[in-house]
């Protein structure tokens, strides 16, 4: 999700060059992100009268508008358009009265009881909660030829677009538990599953590989490393490299339909790390069965705390206890 730029450590800024300047404009509910977790725990905190502010980052709507037909959300019989149905929430959150913004948050000060969040390097707000749902993203190899596909051929999610690709050939790039778990769902619709493996082994749980092993369409290509892709206007075809490096490299060429990235996840946590506890990728941590990180007053939702289920649904749902932990929090502040 590239709602809020992930910032590797290079380009991280210190603790003191993050610290915001005043506040221009004092929220008692700020929310950053508007994916399914953003737009849910507005929709909430609006209802309950928080009046909150939502801060949409660069992508409003999200990785749903990535994504062409979303038909694993409950309630959508016939599946929905993924920006539609963002369209959708967001109009929902409005009608309650959130105020919806564009802009990106740039710097976070959790230091004190009042929070404050830099938008575009340049307004600060202060607030006495703040919901974070800035998402993740999916990390691509950074091919020429996967930016071109994308849509067509390439994804980075096989729970949202594996029926396209039903009774047909595809290739999943990875080797860890993601990749396994896309290769073995995947293999459940398509004909032929092919793991690009660029190591002679796998990252993935011993129980996970067990899982591949013995899935009969599942072929492990290990010491594979992606060239490019080929096809006209859809993927059909993938270079190559086996043995990289090594005496006997060559590139082969495989027939596919479509091709998955399941190479990990950045979450977009850089800007908070100076004040949240976080798991060594980056993903916030919450108290076990609620939304509460380890400041007060800050709730973390959405794929931002959860590397295991990322789904638009799970999102919500964890959008809706951010903005119920927000209301508690405010109350008791009263
Ligand atoms: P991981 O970082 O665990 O694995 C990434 C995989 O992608 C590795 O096999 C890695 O290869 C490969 N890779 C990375 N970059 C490239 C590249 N440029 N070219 C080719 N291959 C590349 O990410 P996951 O998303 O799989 O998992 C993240 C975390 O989430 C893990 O802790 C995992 O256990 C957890 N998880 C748990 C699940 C569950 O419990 N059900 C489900 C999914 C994830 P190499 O091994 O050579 O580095």
Redesign the pocket.
Do not use: W
């Given at each position: 999700m590239d709602l809020f730029k992930p910032m590797d450590n290079k380009g991280t800024k210190t603790k003191k060059e993050n610290k915001p300047k005043e506040a221009s404009e004092h929220v008692r509910c700020l929310i950053l992100g508007s994916g399914p977790a953003g737009y849910t725990a507005a929709i909430y905190a609006a209802r309950a009268n928080m009046k909150p502010v939502m801060y949409t980052g660069m992508q409003m709507g999200g990785q749903l508008t990535t994504t062409t037909e979303v038909e694993n959300y409950p309630g959508y019989p016939d599946g929905v358009d993924g920006t539609a149905m963002m369209n959708d929430l967001e109009k929902q959150a409005k009608r309650f009265g959130t105020d919806v913004r564009f802009g990106m948050a740039t710097a976070a000060d959790f230091s004190e009881k009042v929070k404050k969040v830099t938008i575009d390097d340049d307004k600060v707000i202060s607030a006495d909660s703040v919901i974070l749902a800035t998402g993740a993203t999916a990390?691509y190899?950074?091919l020429e030829s996967e930016e071109k596909f994308k849509g067509n051929g390439v994804s980075a999610c096989a729970t949202c677009d594996g029926f396209f690709f039903k009774d047909k050939v595809v290739a999943v790039?990875?080797?860890?538990?993601?990749?396994?778990?896309e290769a073995t769902y995947l293999a459940g619709l398509c004909k032929k599953v092919y793991m690009?493996?660029?190591?002679d082994?796998?990252?993935?749980?011993k129980a996970?590989q067990k899982r591949v092993f013995n899935t009969k369409n599942i072929e492990i290509l290990w010491k594979h490393?992606?060239k490019e892709l080929k096809g006209d206007g859809v993927v059909q075809s993938v270079d190559l490299y086996k043995n990289k490096g090594e005496k006997n490299e060559e590139v082969v060429s495989v027939d596919i339909d479509g091709f998955f990235l399941?190479?990990?996840?950045t979450p977009n946590s850089a800007i908070f790390r100076d004040y949240l506890d976080m798991n060594e990728?980056g993903y916030v941590i919450t108290r076990p069965g609620t939304t509460k990180t380890n400041v007060p007053g800050v709730f973390a939702s959405g794929d931002l705390q959860d590397?295991?289920y990322r789904q638009a649904v799970t999102a919500a749902g964890t959008g809706c206890m951010a903005a119920l932990d927000a209301e508690r929090y405010l109350g008791e502040l009263e």
């Open positions: 990390k190899l950074g790039v990875g080797g860890g538990d993601t990749a396994a778990e690009i493996v660029r190591r082994e796998l990252r993935a749980s996970m490393q992606t399941a190479i990990g996840h990728t590397n295991v």
